[in-house]
């Protein structure tokens, strides 16, 4: 009798303990983690899915924040606390517009409790619409459309010639005529054909000469397009290029008597300056390769900051600087300027450095 009593009441502490493992303070749990919108049309508008869970805990639950991202929007959730036992929502919005093709797309909440974070899933496909004209040619040169206002180029090597087009289509009941202005003398445009019938499609032909650029690393140049003669609108096209060599065909022989550049470090904090005051560092590098370092070219992305190197040839196991200046007149707040550094080194074409702080007014 006392060994049944005894082995009731072990139960009951079992029972007891894993009725407290179950039931925490409090404990958010949703029946169905995620929700397949199945095939949906790109055109067909936003789609709402609410997401139902209940607090399995002991105490009131809070739902503290919800997160999402890639097309999703978060239209709300349950804000006050929702006691034991009880349920709330979380409602999202998925935008399909834009967005073609299988999605999965993950939405964060975080609630008291445990667990303390729980993930959610929206998934689907979005059949693309049919694209109209427009559509395609989302870009406006006065009665002109185009695909694209910038030709990327992408990587180029020095001394070549690339060539690119972008497309271009005449909506209106009249013929129009494409011509340039502002054109430098690495780059040459054409249009074809150079007057465009009513409903017709064209293209504009860019070539691009590297050598007569004669910088390195990224390079962009912008021209103005007239139609009819015409500068309207936002009528400028933007050309852009990364002007770097080509080591893919080196062998490891080759990269093995490479020069190397290493600097002593990359990033520069220069804590906090009042502004209209310049600061002023030397970025050391070192040559650690087995041929002569060559730094290329040595850019800022802005106007407030200047950038020099103290040398251009630097053989093995010698050093340089690079001199960098930041003006912090009328940049008030915290400031973060890159530079760039392009040299023969084939493992580190492009470096970037980096000058940040704090400028304030007194």
């Given at each position: 009798m006392i060994q049944t009593k005894i082995t009731a009441l072990c139960l009951l502490v079992v029972l007891y303990f894993f009725d407290m493992e179950q039931y925490s303070d409090s404990s958010i749990y949703f029946e169905s983690m995620q929700h397949n919108f199945?095939?949906?049309?790109?055109?067909?508008?936003?789609?709402?899915?609410?997401f139902l869970f209940e607090n399995r805990g002991r105490d009131s639950l809070r739902v503290g924040n919800v997160s999402a991202g890639g097309g999703i929007s978060v239209l709300g959730w349950t804000r006050g606390p929702v006691p034991p036992g009880e349920?709330?929502?979380?409602?999202?919005?998925?935008?399909?517009?834009?967005?073609?093709?299988?999605?999965?797309?993950v939405v964060l909440v975080s609630a008291s409790g445990d667990p303390s974070n729980v993930t959610l899933r929206l998934l689907g496909e979005v059949i693309p619409a049919d694209k109209t004209p427009v559509d395609m040619y989302p870009h406006e040169i006065g009665p002109l459309r185009i695909r694209s206002n910038h030709v990327p180029l992408g990587r180029v090597a020095p001394g070549t010639v690339s060539y690119d087009t972008v497309g271009v289509i005449n909506l209106t009941d009249e013929e129009l005529e494409i011509t340039f202005s502002g054109v430098p003398p690495h780059l040459s445009f054409s249009a074809e054909p150079p007057k465009i019938s009513p409903g017709e499609r064209g293209v504009v032909e860019v070539r691009f000469d590297a050598g007569m650029k004669g910088e390195w690393g990224t390079v962009t140049d912008n021209i103005r397009v007239l139609v009819n003669g015409k500068s309207t609108g936002r009528n400028i096209l933007y050309v852009s290029a990364n002007i770097l060599e080509d080591f893919s065909g080196m062998t490891d022989e080759e990269r093995s008597t490479a020069p190397s550049i290493h600097f002593d470090e990359s990033v520069y904090d220069f804590g906090t300056l009042l502004q209209g005051v310049s600061a002023r560092h030397k970025f050391r590098f070192t040559n650690?390769?087995?041929?002569?370092?060559?730094?290329?070219?040595?850019?800022?992305?802005?106007?407030?900051?200047?950038?020099?190197?103290?040398?251009?040839?630097?053989?093995?196991?010698?050093?340089?600087?690079i001199d960098v200046i930041f003006d912090s007149q009328g940049l008030p707040g915290r400031q973060s300027r890159s530079i760039i550094v392009i040299t023969n080194d084939p493992d580190n074409q492009s470096v970037v450095l980096r000058i940040t702080g704090k400028v304030v007014s007194e």
């Amino acid at each position: 009798m006392i060994q049944t009593k005894i082995t009731a009441l072990c139960l009951l502490v079992v029972l007891y303990f894993f009725d407290m493992e179950q039931y925490s303070d409090s404990s958010i749990y949703f029946e169905s983690m995620q929700h397949n919108f199945g095939q949906v049309r790109e055109d067909g508008g936003p789609l709402q899915h609410e997401f139902l869970f209940e607090n399995r805990g002991r105490d009131s639950l809070r739902v503290g924040n919800v997160s999402a991202g890639g097309g999703i929007s978060v239209l709300g959730w349950t804000r006050g606390p929702v006691p034991p036992g009880e349920t709330g929502t979380v409602t999202l919005e998925f935008d399909p517009r834009n967005m073609p093709g299988r999605f999965n797309r993950v939405v964060l909440v975080s609630a008291s409790g445990d667990p303390s974070n729980v993930t959610l899933r929206l998934l689907g496909e979005v059949i693309p619409a049919d694209k109209t004209p427009v559509d395609m040619y989302p870009h406006e040169i006065g009665p002109l459309r185009i695909r694209s206002n910038h030709v990327p180029l992408g990587r180029v090597a020095p001394g070549t010639v690339s060539y690119d087009t972008v497309g271009v289509i005449n909506l209106t009941d009249e013929e129009l005529e494409i011509t340039f202005s502002g054109v430098p003398p690495h780059l040459s445009f054409s249009a074809e054909p150079p007057k465009i019938s009513p409903g017709e499609r064209g293209v504009v032909e860019v070539r691009f000469d590297a050598g007569m650029k004669g910088e390195w690393g990224t390079v962009t140049d912008n021209i103005r397009v007239l139609v009819n003669g015409k500068s309207t609108g936002r009528n400028i096209l933007y050309v852009s290029a990364n002007i770097l060599e080509d080591f893919s065909g080196m062998t490891d022989e080759e990269r093995s008597t490479a020069p190397s550049i290493h600097f002593d470090e990359s990033v520069y904090d220069f804590g906090t300056l009042l502004q209209g005051v310049s600061a002023r560092h030397k970025f050391r590098f070192t040559n650690k390769g087995q041929s002569a370092l060559l730094i290329r070219s040595v850019r800022s992305g802005c106007g407030s900051t200047a950038t020099v190197a103290d040398r251009k040839l630097i053989h093995q196991g010698e050093s340089g600087n690079i001199d960098v200046i930041f003006d912090s007149q009328g940049l008030p707040g915290r400031q973060s300027r890159s530079i760039i550094v392009i040299t023969n080194d084939p493992d580190n074409q492009s470096v970037v450095l980096r000058i940040t702080g704090k400028v304030v007014s007194e």
